[in-house]
């Protein structure tokens, strides 16, 4: 499946957030900041007039399946996928990775999935930018996205403003 959600943070009315658990199985939590007076213009003209849109397909389902299979097999050094998953023990409150600053803000870690997750974006980064092999700084590049929706904040992190962001940099 591949699915996009939209949230937005205010008129929540009539609709609820989705559970930890649901939330976990979305790969990336992209944030999307309003648009620039010229973009939001560009936007406004074309979606308000008859302009006729041509789509073109640029990749159909088997290649996309082609992709997946090939973003699999990339290598990756055990050292990386190491890195990964340490990432993602470290964000475990009051466990043998944790640190005070994630026992005292961060209430629940991310799971497993999180470190399939980091893994995959890591060689897609890598194959993006040309790169036969993932490294760490690949690793990281794909990190805030991936962990922002899975880690949840105390209280203490809510009232002092930290934010998941915050957090996440902190952690890397």
């Known amino acids: 499946f591949f699915v996009l959600a939209t949230q937005k943070p205010i008129v929540q009315d009539g609709t609820y ?9 979305f790969m990336f939590n992209v ?6 007076f010229s973009e939001e213009l560009d936007v ?28 699999r097999k990339i290598p990756i050094a055990d050292n990386v996928l190491e890195y990964a998953v340490k990432l993602v023990s470290k964000t475990r409150p009051k ?14 870690g991310a799971g497993p999935r ?10 897609c980064h890598a194959a993006i930018n ?8 690949d ?8 962990l922002r929706h899975r880690l949840v904040k105390t209280y203490q ?11 996440i940099k902190e952690l890397l």
């Open 157 to 167: 992190a809510e009232a002092e403003g930290i934010s998941i962001e915050q957090i």
């Open 130 to 137: 040309g790169k036969y092999s993932p490294d760490i700084e």
């Open 17 to 25: 957030p989705l559970p930890e658990a649901q939330l976990d199985r």
């Open 31 to 36: 944030v999307l900041d309003y648009l620039s």
């Open 44 to 71: 406004i003209k074309n979606t308000t007039s008859d302009k006729k849109v041509d789509l073109n397909k640029i990749l159909n389902a088997e290649q996309i399946l082609h992709y997946q299979h090939l973003i």
């Open 95 to 108: 466990t043998e990775y944790s640190s005070d600053y994630v026992d005292k803000f961060i209430a629940w």
């Open 139 to 146: 690793v990281k590049a794909v990190a805030e996205p991936i």
């Open 114 to 123: 999180a470190s399939q997750f980091l893994v995959i974006g890591a060689k």
